[in-house]
Every structure is written in structure tokens, then in C-alpha cells.
């Protein structure tokens, strides 16, 4: 842990251990059980524009890089769901934005976000039981939903509520743009300096600096 950025809190039996630049920010809003937060030394210029909720479980990590911004009731969330599954961890790396009432969810998985990325307002990372990794300078606009993790259908005689989940990487290369409301979906590898239309549903691997859009999304065009 990093020694000179935390408080160590015990409420209800409970161990809370707060980084004390974003304290005032974010505890009054605690959920659940909340083991570590930690902001990579030396961070600097953490904004925040109002509360945001964080729930940390055992032995997982959510790490910030320098000039992070978060914007109001953002949330995120890293904890292991299963007894006996790999812990979570989250890396904002440095200049990372969050708009307003963006959720960041990672359930025994991992998320790991490169430098200067923009994810906007109402969007969603969703990593169960996978990994989504993006790179640099990535602009992720308003509503847009990436997700390592779909439900089985294959058996018609089990309820797909039973069935379980398939779960596969994703990965957004340098440069990427995603256009507000598009849907990212488990498996997909986004080439560096592609560009997603609005409201498309990705659900195989684009190129580098191809053009994408509809449902399911197919090559517009490539960037000259």
C-alpha cells in the first residue's frame, strides 16, 4: 500500500482503508466491503465534481495514474463474486476522465485503461471474468457499453438465466473513437485508429483505421 496516501477506518466491523486526496468526496457513499484504493505515487491533480461510489473487495485494486478526473455519481467497482476466482484490479493510467454517471464494473477480471481516454457520460465498462484493455488517446463518447461477457442460449430446455455466462477479452487499440451509443461486445479487437459509428453493435474484430457502423457493424470505409 502506498504508506503516506491512506487513512485506515473501522466502521461496523468493517476495515476501510481511504485514500485521503478523494476522502471528502466519495464516503458518503461507500457500498459494500472496500479493502484498498490506491493512487500510484506520485499523483497528482485528482479532480472530482461531486460524490462518486467505489466498492473494493478483498484483495482486489483500483490504481490511478496522475490528473484523473471523475465527473458526479460515477461509479466503480472491482471485487471477486465467487469464492476461489482471480481477484480485480482496475489502472487508470494518467489523465483518465470519467464523465457523469459513467460505471466502471470489474468482477474477476481486470481493466486497464490507457493515457488520455475519455469516457463519457452514462457509459459503461464491463469486464466479468475478462480483460478489456485500451490503449491511448481513446474517445469513448455518451451511452456506449463494452463488455467482456454475454449469456449462453445454447440449451432450450435449461432457462438462459441458468445457463452461465461466455466470457472473452476485448481490446481498443491507440487512437480508437467510438461513437455514442455503439455497443462493444465480448471477443472484439478494435485496430489502432479505427472509428465506430453511433449506435453500431461491434461484434467482430475491426481493422486498423477502418470506419464501422449499422447492426451488426461492417466496414463504411478506411482512413487515408
Not at 451511452?143 to 445454447?154: A, E, G, L, P, Q
Not at 485496430?191 to 465506430?196: E, K, L
Amino acid at each position: 500500500m502506498i504508506k503516506d496516501a491512506l487513512i485506515h477506518i473501522k466502521e461496523n466491523g468493517m476495515k476501510y482503508y481511504v485514500c485521503n486526496r478523494v476522502l471528502p468526496f466519495f464516503y458518503e457513499s461507500f457500498l459494500g466491503r472496500i479493502n484498498a484504493i490506491r493512487i500510484n505515487q506520485p499523483a497528482k491533480k485528482l479532480r472530482c465534481k461531486g460524490l462518486f461510489k467505489l466498492v473494493v473487495g478483498k484483495d482486489s485494486e483500483i490504481l490511478m495514474g496522475n490528473e484523473c478526473s471523475f465527473g458526479k455519481n460515477v461509479k466503480i467497482e472491482a471485487y471477486s463474486c465467487r469464492k476461489g476466482m482471480r481477484n480485480s484490479s482496475i489502472l487508470f493510467s494518467d489523465k483518465f476522465a470519467a464523465g457523469d454517471s459513467s460505471t466502471i464494473r470489474c468482477l474477476n477480471g481486470n481493466i486497464i485503461v490507457g493515457n488520455y481516454v475519455c469516457l463519457n457520460d452514462f457509459s459503461t465498462l464491463y469486464s466479468n471474468m475478462g480483460k478489456i484493455l485500451i490503449g491511448n488517446n481513446v474517445l469513448i463518447a455518451e451511452d456506449v457499453y463494452i463488455t467482456t461477457s454475454n449469456h449462453r442460449f445454447d440449451s432450450k430446455s435449461l432457462p438462459i438465466n441458468k445457463q452461465g455466462l461466455n466470457s472473452k477479452d476485448v481490446f481498443i487499440g491507440d487512437d480508437v473513437w467510438i461513437g455514442t451509443k455503439a455497443v462493444i461486445l465480448p471477443g472484439v479487437k478494435i485496430g489502432r485508429g479505427a472509428v465506430v459509428g453511433a449506435g453500431a453493435v461491434v461484434t467482430k474484430d475491426i481493422p486498423p483505421y477502418c470506419v464501422v457502423g449499422g447492426v451488426p457493424a461492417k466496414i463504411i470505409k478506411k482512413r487515408r
